[in-house]
């Protein structure tokens, strides 16, 4: 800023005196006084505009020479969401489009992406480049967020009641993470209702922040998402002495940091990743590989779940491969690959003649401790990552592809069943006997079938498997019909000639889980069925007349009663159940299903190389 010339330099009196005494101009000393003045104003002036100059280069991006073709045009951009000035929001379902204040500048290119993929090879991706100043107490600095094609965009093919939709489950993730950014942040969930916090995992860590990420990403909400990552830069810090579930922090914690980070390239989120990774590490410390339930974040101490009766349970010791070899891949450190595979390893000498899983295994000894059988809870997402990791790969693992084919035969011929009448299909629980309870949870079964027929080089096989795919999105449908307000109960019961019963013994409660969108989604994607889309809509419906509150959406302990509220808003919903809602109305080119998969948690990774082959399997 330039000084005050007229205060320092200017007095009435004296420049009436020098007015008066023209003939003294030829006293030395007054040119002496008159080049000293002139002297100063060239140096005000110049000190100015070097200030000046200075300032434009820490603030201002540059422009990049890749937005530019060979003969210096612009290449501008087939999306409509930004602009060098003002980012403009597609029209918002319920009003008029409104321009948001002047937001980090971004520009969109097309850019060579170095992305992990199987065997080295690059791929060309559309982009948006973020040029974000980024503030610390010591400095000012600029970083560049670089984004593949995860972004959702306007089409001009599109149908505009798509678009509609689309946007109308955006407006609910902003209406679900405002509340818990104005009340909660750093916070682990939000209480929608009396605005209070909810902490129970890891403590003051921003739990919904990691959890939510990689949606606000693909939703394109950039400024919330610039908001998130700089209060994790300037407060994450996971040196506590707490004890931890080792299941729920790697898939939401582990996982939501490693999403950002694949589509952003961002090393902070990179270094944090590895950091949680590294004081989990120690729950894999045992004789049989299989991790125990709980560890300490600090002092690395280890332990089981409290209702486990010193086991671990199926899920969890099956529920790391994804999130700690995409962290291999990533760091070119393939011990973290060795530490989660050798649970395959482990579990392969004790897999059951059938290849159906108990839930409980001793972490030490290797061997189950029950023989209780199911898809649904304490189960579930084992056997979804051991597709998914062949995928992951690019299904250069192919000894795990083949693994999970045996398992998924046998879990449709040993526990499927077709429901009378209908286009349902429902897997029985085991313990025993068959037993007829299926579990919300078990909806994801539907997806797992889906993706895993459609990479199948079997016909029999694919046609039989995304069949009983779509039977599983039926009947799952069915539970949501069931009740008054068209939200799910957390578990019923069946009766293979009459379809669904009751519900489960105390399991009346809606808890905003998304296993059924997530097979929707992923029906919509492979067979373009509008049903799918549909029953998604409803869903969403349904969420948005019974469950919102003031601060974002609660759970129901009852899911006939919208009053019976929980005032709880699930880390999850942000991450999964409105992400699967949203890519149910978004393009097929938005999160590929041929590039990424998605972990148990809906974090989608793009496909990545092995960096350790588990033995036993030949």
Known sequence: MLPDYESKQSKPKALSSFSLQMPSLRSPIVWLVALLLLVSLLSFFLIGRISDIHDVKQTRPRKSNQ?????GADKGSDR???NDATITEPAHPHGEQQPRKPQPAIHEHDHDTDLLGAGGQRSRERTATFVHTEKTLDDEKLYTVKIP???????????????RKRLAVRSMFEHAYGGYERRCLGKGEVRPISGQCHDWLVHNM???IMDSLDTMLIMGLNDMYIRGRDFLKRNLNFDADIQVSVFETNIRCLGGLLAAYDYTKDKFLLDQAEDLARRLQPAFETNS????????LRNRRTG???????????????????EWTYLAAATNNSAYARTVLRTYEALRKVQPADRLFPVFVNPESGHFTTGQVTIGALADSFYEYIVKYWLATGKTETQIGKWYFEIAENILKILGTPIANSDQYVLYERNGGLINKWDHLACFAGAMFAIGAVNSDDDALRTRHLEAAKGIGSFCHGMYKKTRTGLPYEAVHFDKNAGITSPGHSSRYYLQRPEAIETWFYLWRLTKDPKYREWGWEFYQAI???TRREHGYTGLRDADDPNSVDDVQQSFFLAETLKYLYLLFCPDDVIPLDKFVFTTEAHPLSHYRAMYAPTGFD
């Open 289 to 296: 590989g299989l991790p125990r339930g709980v560890v300490n």
């Open 304 to 322: 089981s779940i409290s209702w486990a009766g010193g086991s671990s349970v199926l899920a969890e010791v099956g529920t790391t491969q994804l």
């Open 67 to 71: 937005n530019t073709d060979e003969n």
């Open 149 to 163: 094609n995860v972004q959702s965009y306007d089409s001009p093919d599109e149908d505009p009641e798509v678009k």
């Open 80 to 82: 409509d969401r930004t």
């Open 544 to 546: 948005e007349q019974h």
């Open 206 to 208: 921003g739990l919904t």
